[in-house]
């Protein structure tokens, strides 16, 4: 009798630890900071994984309050009760109440430049702020001259072509492009901030000239003077683990005084500069503003 009161209270344990993490979840929907952990495209597995904790949290329940010895046991011929000893059951339970509690006692963190130093800058379309290790340029130079003798034979106007789009930026629309062109003034929003990016790197010299309009938080690299900085941005795909930093450089008088991680929107003029011995476009400003962080601070690529 002893063994299935102990039994039955591991299962109510479980069955509280279950419901907890449902209701995790919901705060997390209801308040809308979901979207710092989660991209929008991976919503419907938080929906059912919601609802399966849910669900399970409450068999665990009315299961530990049954006397009914067939109901806690699955007479399956195996021992189901607690061998471990009370420390290693707390041990084990704590990995599962402590995230709960934390999620629940404290506030959401966003990501910020001290993530963005240690995973570097994406500018436009995959490029790092950290260039490659000159030890295995020659390696990559080597492969690369091997894949193109090997691949002759490939049509010419095949060349460039492939039915997946790179990670992060929409299927390629040509009159979107070419209306992107047209514009005198490129206003970057979040729905089509990879999209934006990623043409503006690909077209430099078209781009040159042109106003652009951009908003993003505030980072520096280690090796940038006194008025340069990045107008950054978090980029998520499936969930934060895999944020990347997308950004422009930007040029202003009087940078320094602008704090790391303050939110600005910035109007300037395209240009084009070289870093790390790449050619990259940056942003002469002529009007910048301080904002509040937006409510929904990361970009999400799309595929």
């Not at 690369?144 to 929409?170: A, C, H, L, Y």
């Not at 390629?172 to 089509?192: M, N, S």
Request: aromatic share 12%; hydrophobic share 35%; charged share 20%.
């Amino acid at each position: 009798m002893q063994d299935n009161r102990d039994y039955g209270f591991h299962i109510f344990l479980r069955g509280i630890i279950l419901l907890g993490l449902s209701m995790l979840t919901f705060k997390l929907l209801i308040t809308g900071n979901i979207y710092n952990f989660i991209a929008p495209r991976m919503m419907p597995f938080v929906y059912f994984s919601m609802a399966i904790f849910f669900l399970l949290g409450i068999i665990q329940i009315w299961r530990s309050t049954s006397k009914n010895q067939g109901e806690l046991y699955c007479n399956c011929g195996f021992d189901h009760g607690q061998n471990g000893s009370p420390l290693q059951s707390l041990i084990i339970y704590s990995l599962f109440v402590i995230p709960v509690m934390t999620g629940f006692l404290f506030s959401e963190t966003i990501l910020g430049s001290s993530v963005a130093g240690n995973r570097g800058v994406k500018y436009g379309s995959h490029l790092y702020a950290k260039p490659p290790n000159p030890n295995t340029s020659d390696q990559i130079e080597g492969n690369s001259r091997q894949i193109v003798t090997e691949n002759t034979n490939i049509p010419k106007d095949d060349v460039g072509k492939s039915d997946d789009q790179p990670s992060g930026f929409m299927e390629d629309d040509e009159g979107a492009e070419d209306d992107l062109f047209q514009k005198d003034k490129i206003v970057v929003t979040d729905d089509e901030y990879t999209y934006i990016m990623n043409a503006i790197d690909t077209n430099i010299d078209d781009f040159i000239g042109k106003e652009i309009e951009i908003s993003g938080f505030v980072y520096r690299e280690p090796d940038f003077t006194d008025d340069q900085f990045v107008v950054a941005r978090f980029g998520m795909s499936c969930c934060v683990a895999d944020a990347s930093v997308f950004g422009m450089i930007a040029t202003v008088e009087n940078a320094n005084e602008l704090e790391d991680d303050e939110w600005i929107k910035v109007s300037g003029i395209l240009s084009k500069t070289t870093y790390n011995d790449w050619e990259m476009p940056y942003i002469q400003i002529k009007k910048i503003d301080k904002i509040p962080q937006p409510d929904q601070p990361y970009i999400y690529e799309d595929y």
